[in-house]
């Protein structure tokens, strides 16, 4: 196998193309081969030495891939699988994107063949990987394998943390960054669930695109004050829910974008970890802050998650609701190109790595 590790703690150069032995699934786990990787910013930050893999997963970057099943490890029942019903629209006899469960409601589960996506725990950049069963979902219907990369942990990230934030259909949300990997998944599911979505982007070709997902608001954060637009958009009442990925830089305004009873979700720190709250403001509000993180769960809350990524969001994704939206393929051997892609600010969804 190939995979990209990263020789030291630095820049974009410190990721390098280099041969492996070939991966076999343990107990529990399913081998795949990798037809393409989602590029992220925790990727960016374990280069830097700033955010290192939990204990167990592999080395080297890469939280989410799709692929083929190639094989499966003891306890991944193949022929348990072959003989259930599947749904109508299976691919290669996988079940349908529009439901992750067979008809008579026993686990999904994949076998040999079929086209799935999984949620990492680390190891993506890499021709092959093994990763739990219970974190690969099948590659819904009209969706392209490599394209598909580009949709697991921005789901799971964005089905939990609002979940946990329990956004309602006719609620406002917030979505900062609404033209990176996580935001602009963020918009579409938030335009599919019900909600009113105020999103910020950089510039207004960007912003315009984040109308195209679904936006109903779009704050150029170069020159406008999402404050006031929020309060103009929503008669001076606010948002339900904030979705923030800057973090401290931030803080202060989500509070005052937030409605009597609003939830502010932290999911990333891009602007800073530490910020002064004002608890008057934060008490007068009745507002609540949550903070989340994905890729140091424990296997059983990523596995409920992922599950539950397959009951609410894996139909929106098969109706068309919810698109993968990539900005570049980029083959593995480029991984550097990649990062600094990411790092231009330029890049609107996903860049994805290529074997």
């Not at 306890?75 to 006899?93: C, E, H, I, M, Q």
């Not at 942990?153 to 964005?158: L, R, S």
């Not at 704050?219 to 406008?224: A, G, M, N």
């Amino acid at each position: 196998m190939f995979l990209v590790e990263i020789s030291a703690p630095g820049g974009p150069e410190q990721l390098a193309l280099r041969e492996a032995p070939d991966l076999r699934p343990g107990p529990g786990e399913v081998l795949l081969q990798v037809a393409a990787a989602g590029v992220n910013n925790a990727d960016v930050l374990q280069r830097q030495g700033l955010y290192p893999p939990p204990a167990g997963a592999p080395a080297w970057p890469g939280l989410e891939v799709s692929g083929r099943v190639v094989a499966l490890g003891p306890g991944v029942d193949d022929d348990a699988v072959a003989g259930t019903g599947a749904g109508t629209g299976a691919r290669n006899g996988a079940v349908s994107g529009a439901t992750a469960a067979t008809d008579d409601d026993a686990p999904w589960r994949p076998r040999v063949g079929d086209e799935v996506v999984a949620l990492l725990d680390g190891g993506g950049y890499a021709d092959q990987v093994v990763v739990r069963a219970e974190q690969v979902l099948p590659v819904p219907d009209g969706l392209d394998l490599v394209g598909a990369a580009a949709l697991p942990e921005a789901a799971c990230t964005v089905w939990s943390t609002l979940t946990a934030a329990r956004l309602s259909p006719g609620e406002w949300l917030l979505v900062h960054g609404g033209s990176g990997g996580v935001g602009s998944f963020a918009v579409q599911y938030g335009a599919a669930v019900g909600a009113s979505v105020v999103t910020t982007a950089g510039g207004p070709e960007r912003a315009e695109r984040c109308r195209t997902l679904g936006a109903d608001v779009v704050v150029d954060h170069r020159t406008e004050d999402f404050v006031e637009a929020v309060r103009a958009a929503t008669d001076g009442r606010g948002v339900d829910v904030v979705l923030d990925v800057v973090g401290a830089a931030y803080l202060d305004r989500n509070l005052r974008s937030l409605a009597t009873g609003g939830r502010l979700a932290v999911i990333g720190m891009q602007r800073g970890r530490r910020g002064e709250l004002d608890l008057g403001l934060l008490l007068a509000r009745r507002a609540t802050v949550l903070g989340t993180t994905l890729r140091s769960r424990p296997p059983a809350e990523k596995a409920a998650i992922v599950a539950g990524v397959a009951r609410d969001v894996w139909p929106l994704v098969a109706s068309g609701a919810i698109r993968p939206v990539v900005h570049e393929r980029v083959p593995l051997a480029d991984a550097a190109r990649a990062h600094e892609a990411l790092a231009s600010g330029d890049v609107f969804g996903k860049v994805l790595l290529v074997p």
